[in-house]
């Protein structure tokens, strides 16, 4: 059982910048492919990111590419999105998430384990 935990989110304006960071406890956090999705109000989650049990793959949705850099830390059993030039439809709940695969994925069904989210809201 991997445990997840979200923080970092927050009230930005647009163009703003914000580090969301998951902590894991729990299981072997470098055998995870990990992942970053997002759910607006009335919205599907959706895929933001994905990294890598190693760090060095990384998968983006187009609409945060460029903008958003994911990355991880096993040794601390971290991992982080860095949000640059932050718009308001960027306004959402921001989950992480564990996968047991060894490939990446933006499907939400192949995560198996999600944390409880923290809010990112932009201003306009």
């Known amino acids: 059982q991997v445990l997840l935990v979200e923080s970092g989110g927050g009230l930005v304006q647009a163009g703003g910048s914000l580090r969301l960071s998951c902590a894991a406890s729990?299981?072997?956090?470098?055998?995870?492919?990990m992942g970053w999705f997002r759910q607006a109000p009335g919205k599907e989650r959706e895929f933001v990111a994905a990294?890598?049990?190693?760090?060095?793959?990384?998968y983006y949705q187009d609409s945060v590419k460029g903008r958003f850099t994911i990355s991880r830390d096993n040794a601390k059993k971290m991992m982080y999105l860095q949000m640059n030039t932050l718009k308001p439809e960027d306004t959402a709940a921001y989950y992480c998430?564990?996968?047991?695969?060894?490939?990446?994925?933006?499907?939400?069904?192949?995560?198996?384990?999600w944390g409880q989210g923290t809010q990112v809201t932009v201003s306009s």
């Open positions: 729990g299981g072997t956090f470098s055998n995870y492919v």
């Open positions: 990294i890598s049990w190693s760090g060095r793959r990384t």
């Open positions: 998430a564990a996968s047991k695969l060894s490939v990446l994925t933006a499907t939400r069904d192949r995560y198996d384990y």
